[in-house]
């Protein structure tokens, strides 16, 4: 049972134009949220992450928004660059969780076109 | 700069061999993981150690093991290598909490054929 969903695989954008990635997730007691941005041939590294105390969190172009109703994340990034061509993940963690474990989405490939 | 490193970044090895997958971290953290990346199914926990000596399942540690002897070392172990265990491995540290992200490393890109 997936409980970190990004339900769009990949997404094409222009330079300049804004990027909005997607996550859902179905366990309620996550309590923390994280991006992470993975280049073909290396590891993931961390790009920005959010408390469920907040509903927004920014970092220059990149912002990422809490809908804990919803259960929904997203992330935002303004403006594109083809830099930012990657594949983002999405991670969650619960509160009292041994050993921090983060629980991974699918990924979305994200393409920004020059 | 804070790093963890895998040993190895492409290894081919036969159906039936039994491969070593190691990883090292430099930042005296106590957590240590393996993932594994596949398309459509993103990184899946395969085990995770938050102390020397210990270690616990993740969600598919089926034909896996762990070795985890000293804080800075955390091996993965495919007892009898199968082609379906034809992945990217990559291994994380962070500090004890939930607080904390990973570092990971740069994976090792395991064939087996």
């Known amino acids: 049972d997936q409980q970190v969903k990004q339900n769009s695989p990949s997404l094409s954008v222009q330079e300049g134009r804004i990027s909005i990635l997607n996550c859902d997730y179905t366990?309620?007691?996550?309590?923390?949220f994280l991006w992470y941005k993975k280049y073909p041939a290396e590891g993931p590294t961390f790009l920005i992450s959010?408390?469920?105390?907040?509903d927004k969190n920014e970092d220059g172009r990149f912002t990422v928004f809490l809908n804990k109703s919803a259960k929904h994340l997203s992330l935002h990034i303004v403006p594109s660059q083809p830099g930012d061509s990657a594949v983002y993940f999405c991670?969650?963690?619960?509160?009292?969780?041994?050993?921090?474990?983060?629980?991974f989405g699918q990924g979305t490939e994200l393409s920004v076109k020059p | 700069d804070v790093k963890v490193t895998q040993s190895s970044r492409y290894l081919v090895k036969r159906t039936g061999e039994k491969v070593f997958l190691e990883c090292v971290q430099d930042?005296?953290?106590?957590?240590m993981f393996w993932y594994r990346q596949d398309p459509g199914l993103g990184l899946r926990l395969i085990y995770f150690?938050?102390?020397?000596?210990?270690?616990e399942k993740g969600d598919i540690p089926e034909g896996y093991s762990v070795s985890r002897e000293k804080k800075e070392r955390f091996s993965l172990i495919l007892e009898s290598a199968s082609t379906n265990q034809t992945s990217m491995y990559l291994c994380?540290?962070?500090?004890?909490?939930?607080?904390?992200?990973?570092?990971f490393g740069s994976g090792t890109r395991l064939t087996v054929v």
């Open positions: 930042m005296d953290h106590e957590n």
């Open positions: 991670a969650a963690s619960a509160r009292g969780n041994q050993g921090g474990k983060l629980i």
């Open positions: 150690s938050y102390d020397v000596k210990m270690k």
């Open positions: 959010i408390s469920s105390i907040k």
């Open positions: 994380a540290s962070s500090l004890m909490g939930n607080n904390y992200g990973y570092t």
């Open positions: 366990n309620s007691m996550f309590d923390y």
